[in-house]
């Protein structure tokens, strides 16, 4: 059985990628690590992991049945999360939206029969892998990122990297 890792997240067009990069590029300079490249930023809401090929087709049908209201996050300050070693773009609060959409797509992915973590959901864009410890910085400028749509995701290593692209397919 062949599996592929995946997850729901905000995908960022290009447009999106370019504001959030002008608010981050000041302070994603001043840290100590290995920059993730942009086209990778994503808004990570529901982690699946490994999950057989042959039943994707239920994940995008989940997908389609949840309707989405639009979703603003407000990102205002970078901050060092030491477990992962990252640099995180955060929020200073999770909308209730967000909040329902997330929870939605937990009970879904349990109803498929896959255990999620139970950790407390923390919003947030991965901008630095491998960061060495800073202080939490704020942006000169909070960045207002709207999003109205959600995408399922697979995560793909190869040589010692990570890439990660939406799974689309037509109905």
């Known amino acids: 059985m062949t599996t592929k890792t995946l997850f729901f997240a905000l ?8 504001r959030m990069r002008d608010f981050i ?10 920059a993730v490249d942009r086209r990778e930023w994503h808004v990570t809401l529901a982690y699946i992991g490994e999950f057989p090929e042959e039943r994707i087709d239920e994940l995008l049908e989940t997908k389609q049945d949840i309707t989405m209201e639009p979703i603003r996050l407000r990102f205002d300050r970078l901050e060092f999360w030491p477990r992962p070693k990252i640099a995180a773009l955060v929020p200073p609060t999770i909308p209730p939206d967000l909040d329902r959409l997330v929870e939605t797509l937990k009970g879904r992915i349990f109803a498929a029969g ?6 407390v959901y923390r919003p947030h864009v991965t ?3 491998n960061a060495r410890q800073f202080e939490a910085q704020r942006l000169a400028q909070s960045a207002m990122i709207e999003w109205s749509s959600f995408e399922l995701m697979e995560s793909v290593s190869q040589r010692g990297s990570v890439t990660y692209r939406p799974i689309v397919k037509d109905f």
């Open 11 to 18: 995908w960022p067009d290009v447009r999106q990628r370019d």
């Open 25 to 34: 590029a000041p302070l994603a300079k001043l840290v100590e690590g290995r």
């Open 114 to 119: 896959i255990e999620s973590a139970q950790r």
């Open 127 to 129: 901008v630095v892998r």
